[in-house]
């Protein structure tokens, strides 16, 4: 009786060991996961980060794969919550995950952060801009941080001498937003422009903007600076033009999608100019394939955000492939070797040419573009 | 003193668009004895249904306008008699007040799924050239002035309902006492759909409003004007008409006045503290009655 029982604990022993070894990594294939909101108010990025990534991802392994192991992708739904961003990772982890991509947004990448640290696990947020994201050495970023954005803002406006006298209109209950806001102001003292109205307003006080307008009107301002999201910004224009506002506007990658909106009247956004990481109508080879490739599997035009988990794959490929790991090693040891690795590599990705530091912060250069007739220019 | 000007009627238009929403509030709380915090994501659904219509169908703005008010009339009365109408004796009016969040977020959570989060540009129901109104150095928008008649208008014509007409009276009788009523032979669940079909139907034409003046459109538009409205209709006294037009319209100017001269970051803050003063020098708001117990 005895000896049954402990054939059986064997037995079942034997069982436990092997289900967990041969899940994830016996196969030789590398678990690759991504995190974003695919449902709610952020769902157009997050929908945009997992699909970008599968076109990479797809492309890979119709290439050969990693280092000739094939990638096992999938992605999860956090609906732009920090807890559900949280379940979504510890989803992807049960399934095997050895890599992260995500997640989306700065707040849930943080969040996620705490988990990653913990575990070791190599974590490569594409858009997740907020100075913290990056706070671990495991984690690596492929957007530019908020302060960098402010800071190239600022420079740009400078340097091309668009204005001295701007306004600011900032969304000071938005991490990306004030994080912006507070860098450009910093630099804009450099580039000696003077910042002549400077107003907030708050995720519960984002429908009427009159006041804000009608003081940057008093003041004479040359240039509005908006640091915040699209969706604010059709409200701002359209309230500018009732009110006869005329102005130059100037914005970020949070303005991205603007001529998207469903009804938008594009005359409205003429002249505008934003920094963008990615402008769909570029003529390279590389853009237009990933345009293409894009278009045909899901009908829309693809994102910035789409942009950036496109190269956060070909990034972890190329830097797994310095590296030279392999399926079968632990999460912790892929970790080790790839920050190692990230700061050896240099992508040539839709989003320019980049090369990390060992803090995770990606060095390219900002692009600018300007909206004309409906579409996005190139700025030299 | 023009950009005065400006600002102050900047916050009587957004003022009238939250008094029109907060007389729903109030209608219905004042004769249902509920806080429907659905209330401001029937706005939501007015709205998207008047771009349905007028931006993809293509129908002028009328037509839209007439839709919005008939389908959010619709909504509202079936949304009463599936969801509230079982509660009305469940003995807890948590039970009703928590079933409204819920059909809440149903409602968003359908508009998201028909309409997806990207956010949608309304067509403005005033045309392009009439947008403004230029006199002198001063300058206008039409929706502005818009929205101010119609929220004076709809409360004038409402008052004459409720104390002119029949339904009108039976309303202020089931507001007074249900039990009452029912027994003087007045149509309880009749009353009380009427008061839902008027205050979403109000709701509708605040999304059309509110749409014009601030054209985003997502499935989130309602929640926060709608909140903004509560507070408005407690602000002047909830259960009272008259009080929730003076107080839509007070949270308006207060909210933008203080954005533009206090500082545009604490204006909720501001708008709030006032609420909070309010409330304890008048308790029962500023138009609202004070109902002695009898024993």
């Known amino acids: 009786m005895k000896m049954k029982k402990l054939v059986s604990m064997a037995l079942t022993a034997a069982m436990a060991v092997s289900i967990v070894s041969a899940a994830a990594y016996a196969d030789g294939t590398f678990y690759i996961g991504a995190i974003g909101p695919l449902t709610g108010a952020a769902a157009n990025y997050g929908t945009a980060v997992v699909n970008g990534a599968q076109i990479a991802v797809d492309e890979i392994n119709a290439a050969g794969g990693i ?6 992708y999938k992605g999860e739904d956090d609906e ?51 100075q913290d994201c990056t706070a671990y050495d495991n984690v690596f970023r492929v957007c530019f941080s908020d302060p960098n954005q402010g800071m190239a803002s600022a420079k740009y406006i400078g340097e091309h001498g668009l204005a001295t006298k701007v306004g600011v209109i900032y969304d000071s209950s938005d991490v990306y937003s004030s994080g912006i806001e507070a860098t450009f102001e910093a630099e804009a003292a450099n580039q000696g422009i003077e910042i002549a109205v400077k107003e907030a307003f708050t995720a519960d006080s984002n429908v009427d903007f009159s006041s804000q307008l009608q003081k940057c009107a008093d003041a004479g301002v040359e240039l509005i600076f908006l640091p915040i999201y699209y969706t604010q910004a059709g ?84 830097a797994a492939e310095k590296a030279g790991i392999t399926p079968d090693m632990s999460v912790s040891d892929i970790c080790e070797a790839l920050k190692t690795a990230m700061t050896e590599i240099t992508v040539e990705g839709l989003t320019g040419t980049i090369t990390w530091t060992a803090d995770g912060e990606p060095d390219k250069d900002p692009k600018a573009v300007v909206i004309q007739d409906g579409a996005y220019v190139s700025m030299q | 003193m023009v950009s005065f000007l400006n600002y102050f009627i900047n916050g009587l238009s957004l003022g009238s668009i939250y008094a029109i929403i907060a007389i729903g509030y109030t209608m219905v709380y004042g004769i249902a004895k509920m806080l429907n915090f659905a209330h401001g994501d029937i706005i939501m ?69 028909i309409f997806s989060s990207n956010p949608k540009m309304f067509t403005p129901i005033i045309p392009m050239s009439m947008m403004t109104i230029q006199l002198g150095s001063f300058r206008i928008q039409t929706i502005s002035l818009v929205s101010i008649a119609v929220g004076v208008v709809l409360v004038l014509l409402l008052q004459l309902f409720i104390n002119k007409t029949r339904p009108g009276q039976a309303m202020l009788a089931c507001a007074q006492d249900r039990g009452a009523a029912s027994l003087m032979g007045i149509s309880v669940n009749g009353t009380i759909s009427l008061t839902f079909a008027i205050g979403s139907a109000m709701a509708g034409i605040a999304g059309v409003l509110l749409c014009s003046a601030y054209p985003t459109l997502s499935p989130y538009t309602g929640a926060m004007p709608g909140i903004k409205a509560f507070v408005a209709a407690v602000f002047g006294g909830i259960g009272s ?55």
């Not at chain 1, 280092?67 to 096992?72: H, K, N, Y």
């Not at chain 1, 952060?113 to 594409?126: G, H, I, R, V, W």
């Not at chain 2, 008047?50 to 009365?77: H, N, Q």
Request: aromatic share 8%.
């Open chain 2, 241 to 295: 008409i008259p009080g929730a037009m003076i107080g839509g319209l007070l949270l308006g100017i207060i909210e933008i006045l203080s954005k533009t001269y206090i500082s545009s970051q604490l204006s909720d803050a501001i708008v709030f503290a006032v609420l909070i003063v309010v409330l304890l020098v008048r308790p029962t708001g500023i138009m609202g009655k004070v109902v002695q117990e009898k024993v």
């Open chain 1, 80 to 130: 732009l919550d920090n807890e559900k961003s949280v379940n979504a990772y510890n989803t992807l982890k049960d399934w095997g995950m050895q890599i992260l991509v995500g997640p989306t947004t700065s707040g849930c990448s943080i969040a996620v952060s705490e988990k990653t640290k913990a575990d070791n696990m190599f974590q490569l947020t594409p858009s997740g801009s907020a």
């Open chain 2, 45 to 113: 659904v007015g709205a998207y249904i008047a771009f349905s219509v007028i931006t993809t169908a293509k129908l002028p703005a009328a037509v839209g306008v007439l839709a919005a008010i008939c389908g959010c009339m619709l909504l509202g009365i079936t949304i009463e008699k599936i969801a509230y109408k079982p509660l009305r004796h469940a003995g807890s009016s948590l039970a009703v007040l928590i079933t409204a969040i819920g059909v809440s977020y149903f409602l968003q959570n359908v508009a998201l799924l």
């Open chain 1, 67 to 72: 280092g000739g192991a094939q990638i096992e």
């Open chain 1, 235 to 318: 409200t701002i224009l359209t309230q500018a033009m009732m009110m006869g506002l005329q102005t130059q506007w100037f914005g970020c990658d949070g303005l991205d999608g603007m001529l998207d909106m469903d009804n938008f009247d594009k005359s409205l956004a003429e002249g505008v100019m934003l920094l963008t990481p990615f402008a769909a109508d570029a003529e390279d080879e590389l853009t237009q394939n990933f345009v293409a490739a894009y278009k045909a599997a899901y009908d829309v035009t693809p994102n910035q955000f789409a942009a950036d988990a496109y190269d956060a794959v070909y990034t972890i490929k190329a």
